[in-house]
């Protein structure tokens, strides 16, 4: 079945450092590929996203690449600020109107 | 521009009581969209309905239903709660087709 899979967490950083979450997935097809962020208390807000292989999307400082050849859909930015603590959501869509999600990087920015 | 509007944004209800959630899609989308989070499943599909024909369903119990009406808001029912129901709920809209998903601030369900 269709699968998505996020490297586990929690992560904590300091300010000013660089993030990466892996997410790779497995599908039948070819998905459209999300970046969801849920900070405490909230629903899910898009972040970013790519509909096709070698798109890249791009939102507030971060970066993902859509790789087709690895099936992967890395979430990287530069340098974190504190208020980028939240759970970040890899999500793949087949156009069977939903999406699947990974499990969810619990992400901690210390100042 | 409104987002997604779900209500109430808590419920605590009794084991065996029925319980029905409310959601108001962006003005203009007509597909919406129901999940579970909890923190041992993480975020689980529901069901999904465009234009009030559902076209998706998760692999959850019949005590699941929902519905959507001919202004795009939806409403979903658990009946015969169980401690297990206790999560957030999350409506989603969107325009349909690729489009992104728009999701509201979630209810969150505590069963006693």
């Known amino acids: 079945g269709n699968s998505v899979t996020q490297m586990e967490g929690p992560v904590t950083l300091s300010e000013e450092a660089f993030l990466t979450i892996n997410c790779t997935y497995t599908a039948t097809g070819y998905p459209s590929l999300f970046w969801y962020v849920q900070y405490p208390g909230e629903g899910l807000q898009l972040l970013l996203k790519a509909t096709k292989a070698d798109d890249k999307g791009s939102n507030k400082g971060f970066e993902a690449t859509y790789r087709k050849e690895t099936t992967s859909f890395h979430l990287e930015k530069g340098s974190v600020q504190v208020s980028d603590s939240a759970v970040y959501f890899c999500a793949l869509d087949l156009n069977d109107y939903k999406l699947s999600f990974g499990a969810g990087t619990t992400v901690t920015v210390r100042a | 521009k409104a987002g997604v509007t779900q209500t109430p944004r808590y419920l605590i209800k009794t084991r065996g009581q029925q319980v029905t959630l409310s959601c108001s899609p962006i003005s203009g989308h007509r597909s919406v969209s129901w999940y579970q989070q909890t923190p041992g499943q993480g975020l689980q599909f529901l069901f999904e309905y465009f234009s009030e024909t559902q076209r998706n369903k998760g692999n959850f119990p019949g005590r699941f239903s929902g519905r959507q009406f001919s202004n795009s808001r939806s409403e979903m029912n658990v009946s015969t709660l169980e401690l297990g129901d206790s999560a957030l709920y999350l409506c989603?809209?969107?325009?349909?087709?690729?489009?992104?998903?728009?999701f509201g601030d979630g209810t969150r369900l505590s069963i006693l």
């Open positions: 989603a809209s969107s325009l349909g087709g690729r489009e992104p998903q728009h």
